[in-house]
C-alpha cells in the first residue's frame, strides 16, 4: 500500500512541473507577445529620426532603472485578478527592453545597411522575453497560486528540497530553451543581411 502511496505522489509530480511550466509560459507569452506586437512597431518610429531616437532612449532608460516586480503592488490594485496582474508585469518588463534595442537596431540599419541591426533586434527580444520571464517567476512566487514560481515557493515553505530541486531544474532548462530559440531566430535572420557593402565604399 505504502509503495502504491509513493509511487501516486511521484507521478502526480511528474505532471504538476509541466503542468505549472505551461502555466508561467502562458503568462509570459500574455504579457511578452502584446509586447513585441506594440514595442515593435514603436521602435521603428522612435530608430527612423535621430533625434527622436537619442530623446525616447533617454526616456524609456529612466523607468527600465526600475525593477518591474514593484509594480506588482499596483498591477494587483488595478485588475483585482492575480493572473492578469502578472500578465501586465510580464508586458512591462519586455516592451521597455524591445523598444530600446530594436530602436538602436533600426539605427544601425539606416548608418550601416548591415546584420548588425538584427543583432540588435534579436537582443531586445531575447532581453525582454529573459526580464519578463524572470518577473513572471518572481511574481508567482509573491501572489500566484499555480506556475513554477508558485511550486517552488510551495516546496519551500513544505520543505520539499527533491520537489523543490527538480523544479528549479526545470525552470532552468525552460529558461535556457527560449533563450536559445530566440537566438536562433537571431541568426537564421542575421544570414538574410550579409555585411557585403563594407567593400565597395572604397572603389
Known sequence: MSLAILASVQLETQWRLPSAILASLQLLFWGYIPAVILGVPIAILIGKNRLSYHIFRRLFQIPGTIPSIVLLPLALLAFKQKQVAIAFISFISAILQIIIHTAMGVRQFQQNSNNLGVSYIFTGLRLGIRVAWFAVIAAEMLAGTKGIGFSIWEAYKLNKVSDL???????????????????????????????????????
Do not use: R
Open 165 to 203: 530541486i527538480v523544479a528549479i531544474l526545470y525552470l532552468s532548462i525552460t529558461s535556457f530553451l527560449l533563450d536559445q530559440l530566440l537566438e536562433l531566430g537571431g541568426y537564421v535572420a542575421s544570414q538574410l543581411f550579409p555585411e557585403e557593402e563594407k567593400e565597395d565604399s572604397g572603389d
